[in-house]
């Protein structure tokens, strides 16, 4: 999916568990493992035997990049058994498509006579399935009766949908179409929270502006105020671009697509780029106000050294976007000062025209750089300051999408 220049497609980045049961739908499949795979997904595909006869395992297995699962055990005389559970337990989601007639009455009746069935036996994550069978089949009453018990067990159904089915009738049972199913994913794997559907661009970590090859300046800003409020919103819904600087953090949550930068310019032109198709702008980066006006192309040797560097100011990442902002969209920044905090952080959310401004002092304990707490004021036009005690940087996190859903 594309929105201008700029992707949206969530990175989903779980671990699935693909079930391809016997029926002509199976060819789909490879389509589902190639959306899967772009999408961040690690795929483990387990086929039923019947399945064999409609797409190659060696098809799923070269796009999934790995091997494909037929057996409980292998029948090459290894005496290796595929594992179930542990298969079942790897999975985020377990997705069955196509779904059969047959292998759907197996699993309402709880019989496991193959991998595929013994892996949704064995499952505790949620399962998805998309019936694919003839007309006939699909309306008849077993079928319905069923899917009624998989659904009080909690299993969910992609489709079928309604077109010309592979006997040449024309009706309900199709399986959905690949994307469909992708697209069903990645609102059961993303969530639906108070900000589901909104875009959320969030820039966190430090900046480095090269001196030399080796050197920077750079800023002790560690990036965990600004995961933090990446992975909440990502919880709450949000489709999240997340703009890091050079930091040690990684994520593990769908619905965060990372684009990793070094200096203020690179972050900039990320930011900028991803801004307009966004809801809410969260700056909450220790952007480097200033960088050196020629950095060198080799190594400055001390001998030579000049003791003096010539610097120039950075652009105001934070103040470009607020001036270019599109109609409706909410602007947050950061502030860290040492003195007169309520003074500088009320005229710095004036002069960068900001709908609400986070103000960090370092003269509170356990607030700022590098610790896992951080005590803040909220500013917004109009209102009055809303001083939060000190608090996980998750409880902030909290705190301030709290302020912004009540402000959207
Ligand atoms: N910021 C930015 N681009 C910069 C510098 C800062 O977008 N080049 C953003 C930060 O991400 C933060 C906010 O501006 O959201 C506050 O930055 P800060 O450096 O505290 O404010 P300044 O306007 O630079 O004011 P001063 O340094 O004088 O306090």
């Given at each position: 999916m594309?929105?201008g220049?700029v992707?949206?497609s969530?990175?989903?980045?779980?671990?699935?568990l693909?079930?391809?049961?016997?029926?002509?739908?199976?060819?789909?499949?490879?389509?589902?493992?190639?959306e899967?795979?772009?999408?961040?997904?690690?795929?483990?595909?387990?086929?039923?035997?019947?399945?064999?006869?409609f797409?190659?395992?060696?098809?799923l297995a070269?796009?999934?990049?790995r091997?494909?699962?037929?057996?409980?055990?292998?029948?090459d005389?290894?005496?290796?058994?595929?594992?179930?559970?542990h298969?079942?337990r790897?999975?985020?989601l377990?997705?069955?498509?196509?779904?059969?007639?047959?292998?759907?009455?197996?699993?309402?009746?709880?019989i496991?006579?193959?991998?595929?069935?013994?892996?949704?036996?064995?499952?505790?994550?949620?399962?998805?399935?998309?019936?694919?069978?003839d007309?006939e089949?699909?309306?008849?009453?077993?079928?319905?009766?069923?899917i009624?018990?998989?659904?009080?067990?909690?299993v969910?159904?992609?489709?079928?949908?309604s077109g010309?089915?592979?006997?040449?009738?024309?009706?309900?049972?199709?399986?959905?179409?690949?994307?469909?199913?992708?697209?069903?994913?990645?609102?059961?794997?993303v969530?639906?929270?108070?900000?589901?559907g909104?875009r959320?661009?969030?820039?966190?970590?430090?900046?480095?502006?090269?001196?030399?090859?080796?050197?920077?300046?750079?800023?002790r800003?560690?990036?965990?105020?600004?995961?933090?409020?990446?992975?909440e919103?990502?919880?709450?819904?949000?489709?999240v671009?997340?703009?890091?600087?050079?930091?040690?953090?990684?994520?593990?949550r769908?619905?965060?697509?990372r684009?990793?930068?070094?200096t203020?310019?690179?972050?900039?032109?990320?930011?900028?780029?991803l801004?307009?198709?966004?809801d809410?702008?969260?700056?909450?980066?220790?952007?480097?106000?200033?960088?050196?006006?020629?950095?060198?192309?080799?190594?400055?040797?001390?001998?030579?050294?000049d003791?003096?560097?010539?610097?120039?100011?950075?652009?105001?990442?934070?103040?470009?976007l607020?001036?270019s902002?599109?109609?409706?969209?909410?602007?947050?920044?950061?502030?860290?000062?040492?003195?007169?905090?309520?003074?500088h952080?009320?005229?710095?959310?004036?002069r960068k025209?900001?709908d609400?401004?986070?103000?960090?002092?370092?003269?509170?304990?356990?607030?700022?750089?590098?610790h896992d707490?951080?005590?803040?004021?909220l500013?917004?036009?109009?209102?009055?300051?809303?001083?939060?005690?000190?608090?996980?940087?998750?409880?902030?996190?909290?705190?301030?999408?709290?302020?912004?859903?009540?402000?959207?």
């Amino acid at each position: 999916m594309e929105r201008g220049n700029v992707p949206v497609s969530t990175v989903l980045n779980r671990n699935i568990l693909l079930g391809v049961s016997g029926g002509i739908a199976a060819y789909k499949a490879a389509f589902i493992v190639r959306e899967l795979v772009k999408a961040g997904c690690q795929v483990q595909v387990v086929m039923t035997p019947a399945a064999h006869d409609f797409v190659t395992p060696l098809t799923l297995a070269t796009l999934s990049k790995r091997p494909v699962l037929t057996d409980l055990f292998e029948r090459d005389g290894s005496g290796k058994w595929n594992d179930h559970v542990h298969l079942a337990r790897w999975a985020d989601l377990m997705l069955i498509a196509p779904a059969t007639a047959n292998t759907i009455a197996k699993m309402a009746q709880g019989i496991c006579d193959n991998l595929l069935l013994a892996c949704y036996q064995s499952s505790t994550c949620p399962v998805v399935i998309a019936p694919a069978m003839d007309l006939e089949m699909w309306k008849e009453v077993t079928t319905s009766t069923n899917i009624e018990r998989l659904h009080a067990r909690g299993v969910g159904t992609i489709g079928p949908g309604s077109g010309e089915l592979a006997s040449g009738l024309n009706g309900e049972g199709r399986m959905s179409e690949p994307e469909e199913i992708l697209e069903h994913l990645r609102t059961l794997l993303v969530g639906k929270g108070p900000l589901q559907g909104r875009r959320v661009l969030i820039s966190a970590g430090p900046t480095q502006e090269a001196i030399d090859p080796v050197r920077y300046i750079g800023n002790r800003s560690t990036g965990k105020m600004g995961f933090a409020l990446a992975e909440e919103a990502a919880l709450r819904g949000a489709h999240v671009q997340l703009v890091a600087g050079p930091v040690q953090l990684t994520l593990d949550r769908p619905g965060i697509v990372r684009t990793d930068v070094g200096t203020a310019e690179e972050m900039a032109s990320a930011c900028k780029a991803l801004a307009k198709d966004c809801d809410v702008v969260i700056m909450s980066a220790a952007v480097a106000d200033m960088r050196p006006k020629r950095p060198a192309k080799d190594k400055i040797k001390k001998a030579t050294a000049d003791l003096v560097l010539d610097l120039e100011p950075t652009e105001d990442i934070l103040s470009s976007l607020s001036a270019s902002r599109p109609a409706g969209q909410l602007v947050v920044g950061f502030a860290l000062e040492t003195t007169d905090e309520l003074a500088h952080g009320t005229a710095k959310l004036q002069r960068k025209k900001l709908d609400l401004l986070v103000l960090n002092s370092l003269q509170d304990t356990g607030a700022g750089f590098g610790h896992d707490t951080n005590k803040v004021t909220l500013l917004a036009p109009g209102k009055d300051p809303q001083e939060l005690p000190l608090m996980s940087k998750v409880e902030v996190a909290r705190a301030i999408l709290d302020r912004i859903e009540a402000q959207l």
